[in-house]
């Protein structure tokens, strides 16, 4: 099997926990996993416990153009790992295999994910990436207009504002010159 990343190098066994096995390209550091496998992995883990944090200096990688599956040479899809990362997984349907690029583990371990990977590819989660990204470019877009410090402010004004009984009235208030 050849890597789908770069193409030209060969996939080698490689171990990405104990007793989770996959195959590693040596140039990209790109992982494929059998979901298979990894089901039978992730079963039986205890619950998650000791967050791993991602070091600043960890790289994490991102192919953008579309992979075909080193296994049967089909397109694979792209399911976004979270609205505010840009790393996506792609994984075959077909072989049931997935790609991560390289550090996406680590990155899958930062976020709580690294047990739960087949949730990204579920419709449910793809839409809710969705909307988290649209509201994070919504705050990005308010931010360069008002600023950082003003936006942060008016966070923790609309978090306050949630859930409050009196929420119209305070916000036909603030709203009234
Ligand atoms: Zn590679
Ligand atoms: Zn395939």
């Not at 298979?36 to 200096?57: F, I, K, N, S």
Request: negative net charge; glycine residues 6%; aromatic residues 6%.
């Amino acid at each position: 099997m050849h890597c789908p990343a770069c193409r030209t190098s060969r996939l080698q066994p490689a171990k990405l926990e104990d007793g989770l096995l996959g195959h590693g390209c040596p140039q990209c550091s790109g992982t494929l996993v059998s979901l298979l496998h990894y089901r039978d992995w992730a079963e039986r883990q205890p619950e998650q416990e000791g967050v791993a944090t991602l070091a600043a200096e960890e790289q994490v990688g991102e192919s953008s153009h579309a992979l075909s599956c080193p296994k049967c040479a089909k397109l694979m899809s792209k399911f976004q790992i979270s609205g505010t990362r840009a790393n996506r997984l792609d994984l075959c349907g077909t072989c049931d295999e997935a790609w991560l690029d390289s550090g996406e583990w680590q990155l899958l371990k930062a976020l709580e994910l690294s047990h739960r990977m087949p949730a990204i590819f579920t419709e449910a989660w793809q839409r809710q990436v969705r909307q988290q990204a649209s509201e994070q470019a919504r705050r990005e877009r308010f931010t360069r207009i008002a600023g950082e410090e003003a936006i942060a402010r008016a966070d923790e004004i609309r978090e306050w504002l949630k859930d409050h009984p009196r929420r119209r009235e305070l916000l036909f208030y603030i709203g009234h010159d």
